[in-house]
């Protein structure tokens, strides 16, 4: 086999894999997004940071921990947030049929419990939207389940 045939093999192989990988691409039906509006949501981007802000300047920071063993999520508030309302919010970038809310419900701690057996293990974001006092807060974090 002279130099001329491994070139055409090569190139003959090459063509077929990019055949390959355009069919490939092209069956592919689940794209999902992170949010169906998101147009909307960048063009309102300036609220989330403001209510970022806010929830980076409390006196003591939300804080989202996951306990494995017991298998759930526990979100900390400060004790000046006991009384707030909002939601938790649950976001499997993967597969946004999976994405999910629960209501901000603290205890006299100012703590909620989340149980978190149902969820499918790897990357969620969890996003806590809350409001008190007539001020606007958000805490994102992303976990490892």
């Known amino acids: 086999m002279n130099f001329g045939h491994k070139i055409g093999i090569f190139y003959g192989l090459f063509v077929i894999f990019m055949i390959t ?3 490939l691409c092209i069956r592919q039906k689940d ?3 992170v949010s169906n509006d998101y147009y909307k949501q960048e ?3 300036q609220a989330e ?3 970022q802000r806010n929830a980076g300047q409390l ?3 939300v804080q989202i921990t996951y306990a494995g063993a017991e298998q759930q999520l526990t979100v900390s508030f400060p004790q000046e947030q006991i009384g707030a309302r909002g939601k938790v919010k649950f ?3 993967s597969d946004a049929k999976k994405d999910f809310a629960v209501d901000l419900q603290l205890n006299e701690t100012a703590v909620q419990h989340i149980p978190v057996n149902h969820l499918t293990k790897g990357l969620w974001v969890v ?3 809350w409001e008190n006092a007539g001020k606007a807060y958000l805490k994102e974090e992303k976990i490892v389940l």
């Open 91 to 93: 976001y499997r970038p």
């Open 43 to 45: 063009i309102a981007y």
């Open 127 to 129: 996003k806590i939207e």
């Open 49 to 51: 940071i403001d209510k």
């Open 21 to 23: 990988l355009v069919t």
């Open 31 to 33: 794209i999902s997004l």
């Open 59 to 61: 006196t003591n920071p």
